[in-house]
């Protein structure tokens, strides 16, 4: 009975699936919710991490990747790859990943089955590459 609550259709939950399936920002939760909060009355940011915590359950959106005890979110939940700079945070999707390839050259044990591959890599993406490069002259 509790399960099927849960799951009952929710107009705020909608609206933060849409706004993360018309986003490549991987935006975090507090950035959903002050982007959000004017459209959806009454809109509390322990709701968005409700309805987020929900959504992933569901399969619908991925958490990704945790930057200074921040995590975010997408509602690309198919194996991709991210790269997180490490210096201003941004999370970028990278393209053109054979995943397939990726998945077969990992060495599982004996037992485990692979359900979904999640790849983050970091560095520093092109904008802050260039500032450092600037720097160091």
Same mark, same amino acid.
Request: overall charge negative; glycine content about 6%.
């Given at each position: 009975?509790?399960?099927?609550?849960?799951?009952?259709?929710?107009?705020?939950? /909608?609206? %933060?699936?849409?706004? $993360?399936?018309?986003?490549? @920002?991987?935006?975090?939760?507090?950035?959903?919710? /002050?982007?959000? &909060?004017?459209?959806?009355?009454? #809109?509390?940011?322990?709701?968005?991490?409700?309805? #987020? &915590? #929900?959504?992933?359950?569901?399969?619908? *959106?991925?958490?990704?990747?945790?930057?200074? !005890?921040?995590?975010?979110?997408? @509602?690309?939940?198919? !194996?991709?790859?991210?790269?997180?700079?490490?210096?201003?945070?941004?999370?970028?999707?990278?393209?053109? *990943? !054979?995943? !397939?390839?990726?998945? &077969?050259?990992?060495? $599982? =044990?004996?037992?485990?089955?692979?359900?979904? $591959?999640?790849?983050?890599?970091?560095? $520093?993406?092109?904008?802050? @590459?260039?500032?450092?490069? &600037? =720097?160091? %002259?």
């Amino acid at each position: 009975m509790a399960e099927e609550i849960k799951r009952r259709y929710s107009r705020q939950r /909608e609206l %933060i699936y849409q706004y $993360l399936l018309s986003t490549k @920002a991987h935006p975090s939760a507090e950035t959903i919710y /002050e982007d959000l &909060k004017t459209e959806i009355q009454g #809109l509390s940011l322990g709701t968005v991490y409700r309805n #987020l &915590k #929900l959504l992933e359950e569901m399969g619908m *959106v991925r958490r990704i990747a945790n930057y200074n !005890d921040t995590e975010r979110y997408d @509602a690309c939940c198919t !194996d991709h790859v991210h790269f997180l700079c490490t210096s201003c945070g941004c999370i970028d999707d990278i393209d053109g *990943v !054979d995943t !397939d390839s990726v998945r &077969k050259t990992i060495p $599982l =044990n004996d037992g485990y089955q692979l359900a979904t $591959l999640s790849l983050t890599l970091t560095g $520093l993406c092109p904008r802050c @590459a260039e500032q450092h490069s &600037k =720097n160091l %002259i």
